[in-house]
T-cell receptor, first 112, second 112 residues
Framework: NAGVTQTPKFRVLKTGQSMTLLCAQD?????MYWYRQDPGMGLRLIHY???????AKGEVPDGYNVSRLKKQNFLLGLESAAPSQTSVYFC???????????FGDGTRLSIL | EDQVTQSPEALRLQEGESSSLNCSYT??????LFWYRQDPGKGPEFLFT?????EEKEKERLKATLTKKESFLHITAPKPEDSATYLC?????????????WGAGTKLIIKP
């Protein structure tokens, strides 16, 4: 029962470095989402996708890029990491917009 | 402004002591309200969806209810394994899109 799988689970970067977070889902869901979770705040949507080859901006998209080349994969990129991007990143997927989202276990990212 | 507020921020109960968590919201065109449970180091796990005022859902010791302004998550005779952070999210129609707005969560601690 894989569901949504995120890699890596932990990562430490230096300011200015780049990296890509990987998300894979095996539920054949159309919709995929990237969130960040910071202490004392609700989950905030970074980018989302409504299907293969599509992406759209969420609430806090600046400093991030995404790609959805295959239906089952959604990639989140940081081109030039900043300390403000230290956070826990969650990927989620859903069959339709008003259906529950299913989450991975997160990537804990620290930018020094 | 559309928003979701959860209270209290934290709640400590003795095992067997029943209580309720609150999720109040202001959103245009409510499409659904979602409750999730999040354990430390894990992603949110879906519990319930409520779509209209008056609706109720139950699962083991948890019962979720919905009015036009708020939702309650009632926990009856809780056990230590019910300790977790409980998240509420509301879906409304904003900026020509269906979007999910998340509360900051209630951290529930059940002491044996």
């Amino acid at each position: 029962n894989a569901g949504v799988t995120q890699t890596p689970k932990f990562r430490v970067l230096k300011t200015g470095q780049s990296m890509t977070l990987l998300c894979a889902q095996d539920m054949n869901h159309e919709y995929m989402y990237w969130y960040r979770q910071d202490p004392g705040m609700g989950l905030r949507l970074i980018h989302y996708s409504v299907g293969e080859g599509t992406t759209a901006k969420g609430e806090v998209p600046d400093g991030y890029n995404v790609s959805r080349l295959k239906k089952q994969n959604f990639l989140l990129g940081l081109e030039s990491a900043a300390p403000s991007q230290t956070s826990v990143y969650f990927c989620a997927s859903s069959g339709q917009t008003n259906q529950p989202q299913h989450f991975g276990d997160g990537t804990r990212l620290s930018i020094l | 402004e559309d928003q979701v507020t959860q209270s209290p921020e934290a709640l400590r109960l003795q095992e067997g002591e029943s209580s309720s968590l609150n999720c109040s919201y202001t959103v245009s065109g409510l499409r659904g309200l979602f409750w999730y449970r999040q354990d430390p180091g894990k992603g949110p796990e879906f519990l319930f969806t409520l779509y209209s005022a008056g609706e109720e859902k139950e699962k083991e010791r948890l019962k979720a209810t919905l009015t036009k302004k708020e939702s309650f998550l009632h926990i009856t005779a809780p056990k230590p394994e019910d300790s977790a952070t409980y998240l509420c999210a509301v879906q409304g129609y904003m900026d020509s899109n269906y979007q999910l707005i998340w509360g900051a969560g209630t951290k529930l601690i059940i002491k044996p």
